[in-house]
């Protein structure tokens, strides 16, 4: 059977984590090759959001983990 058809709510999870996480790192890079200041900002809140994200799904799935 196929995987992807067997779990795709786990698919889905990874491949936002892996959004995630990819913006957390090259975000704040991101900002410094933007060449006006709407985009500097942008990109340094989306660093950011995506750094508070990873934690946060992290502590959350980490207390699912206990509940089991």
């Known amino acids: 059977m196929n995987t992807f058809q067997k779990y795709p709510k ?5 491949a936002a984590v ?8 090259s975000a704040d890079g991101f900002s410094d090759l933007a060449n ?12 950011v959001a995506a750094i508070i994200a990873c934690v946060g799904g992290w502590i959350y799935l980490k207390g699912k983990d206990k509940q089991r």
């Open 10 to 14: 786990d698919w889905c999870i990874v």
């Open 36 to 47: 006006k200041a709407f985009w500097w900002n942008f990109w340094s809140i989306i660093h």
């Open 18 to 25: 892996a959004l995630t996480a990819f913006l957390a790192v």
